[in-house]
């Protein structure tokens, strides 16, 4: 299907192509990606006025400088200097899967999509129950057969939820429909199996309790469960186990009597001189470097997942006592370190700006967010939203502060995705886009300042309707525990507010990365009650609540810092934005072990930014700190949570 859908997009060829894409073909990361390498920009935009500006700033069209405007409606209703002058192409889901019922293949990502291409096509043409029946087969690896056996749903559920997009309703219904067909499975809670990690992860950690229990009579909880898994007598959930603790949706039970325990349940408990935060991360390390060294990662949900993999490395890591840069862990830490920096690197250089294009239905950049909260607005599925900026949060520090949340508020229903920010990964830019909606190129006067942040958030609502007094914005003082009054007001239906808290320990501490997750952990106990307690009043209020962070953070170690004079417009420790490219040229030629980026799509045409290579930053040689405005892992891929109640 790649090379069917590129086929209409030769290089070189039309200097404007306009594309009727009523099903988002042309969404397909490596479509995007492959566009961009054949020297496309691409313009999708349903707002006329944004539309004209975008092409004004594309042009002149020529075939060493090609655009593509995609639309899903007709291609007339396109202004008529476009239409004229374009290349015309109609793109038709149906004709790539013409045996396929088309509402059930519409309804799939463009992943999924992609993934179905690559099967064997049906000889005939699929009714719709057919069609999905054929889709989980292929795409979602269900085998109905094996799925009647415990050891293989289980199994099943445990490769399902490392995935990180969604699935179809359609998909999820027939799928429970054909489970509880299946007697064994009549006390099972399926569809909350399906619905959410966690609840599959409590169901599995609590029936293993169950049996730890009753094999040692020490009790675990303190209301034993019904039990379901019959772990004594079915060998396939035996199996089973290391993969579930791999996973991290079996953690291992601290127990006293060991010898009470078969010998092949004892890997999946702990003894009572055990270190359970150590095995952790010894598995943790060895799980992913085993996965880069087997898998190539060519997609954003491929990156995300292992985003959130090394994200429970870092938060384990940086949270244990007094571990030996010689250890073995500290070194497989290091070595996984420098694969991600360098992995990482080469997948953005390629990705990063073509998944710019694509905000809907699901944000990939931060200045997708507020676009999604207008799209879930006319969906129908809130009225009122707010959106919460952790300012400086990184998904390492989700991965603690979410938990923390979990336990205290087990109301609250978390959803997590994960975006991309903006690069470079420093608060006035990217923060800049998350509030505003816009490319960095479309605020250039202000890439230096947030002072522009509040008049963006009400623009852009103003542009969606909103009269002024129903958008607020505002800095979220936790240490004063009020809450803005404008945000009591019933008026109120869209909501910013930013918090400032990990931004400034991250910039206040002495002792790196370690001293950073003690004051995280310190704030938890302290300064987040007054945040969850404005959560939990939103929540009263109907507002949907979004989390998000506009950048991460990492410990970097300083190659000394260049003396610019005036020529750098901001001078941050992982970041130097220019405006003048032979300055940026001289100092990267000074600096050589630094990443010059520039004409990404987003930045203004004339900013090069110059940022230390890995984990090194502009600071006294040596000097150890933690900062962001790089490109690592660490510092793009951050935390986008939807909270409601449950």
Known sequence: MLD???SHFPAHT??????????GLLADEMVLAELSERGFSIIVESDPVHLRRRVEQDQPFAIDHQAIVITPGP????????????????????????????????????????????????ERPLGRQATVDYVLRGVFSVDFDALRQPAHLLAWLNRYHQQTEPTPAVLIDRLLARLRSIPEYSSWPLDRLLANRDEFAEFVREQWSVFVQRQTGQPIKEAAAQYLLHFESDHGLRDGLPSLLRSGALEPIAVDQLDRLPEWARFAVLGPNDDSQSQRLAGLLSVLLDQLGTQTADRWPEWQGIARSWAQINALFHSLPGVSSESESALAFSRLQKRLDTGFLEWLRRHYSPLASQRLPAPNHVHHVPHYLAYERRQGRTRRVALLILDGMALADWQIIGSTWKARHQEWRLQEHLLLAQIPTIT????????????????????????AEAHQWAAFWRQEGLAPNACHHAILRLERGDVPPDIDSSSAEAVCLVIDDIDD???????????????????LDVRSV???????????????????SDHGHVEAR???QPSEGITAQTRGR???????????????????QTVLWDHDGLLPDDVRVLMPAGRSAFAAFGETVVTHGGPTLDEVAVPFVTITRG
């Open 14 to 23: 039309h200097p404007l192509t306009i594309v009727h894409d009523p099903d």
């Open 428 to 451: 006035a830019v990217s923060r800049q886009s998350l509030v505003s909606g816009k490319r960095p190129a479309d605020f250039a006067g202000t890439l230096s300042s947030n002072q």
């Open 574 to 592: 992982r970041a130097r934005i220019y405006g003048d490219p032979l300055a940026a040229a001289r100092w990267h030629q000074t600096f050589p």
């Open 75 to 122: 291609l007339n209703a396109l202004p008529y200097d476009l239409w004229q002058q374009g290349h015309h192409v109609m793109l038709a889901l149906h004709s790539f899967f013409p045996n396929l019922a088309y509402p059930v293949v519409r309804g799939l990502t463009p992943a999924q999509r992609w993934h179905l291409s690559l099967l064997a096509p049906p």
């Open 505 to 523: 320990m991250m910039h206040g501490t002495r002792l790196g990365a370690a001293g950073l997750d003690a004051s995280l952990r310190l704030w």
């Open 530 to 548: 007054a945040l969850e307690t404005t959560i939990d009043d939103l929540l009263s209020r109907g507002f949907v609540v979004y989390v998000a």
């Open 558 to 560: 300083g190659i000394g």
């Open 4 to 6: 069917s859908v590129l």
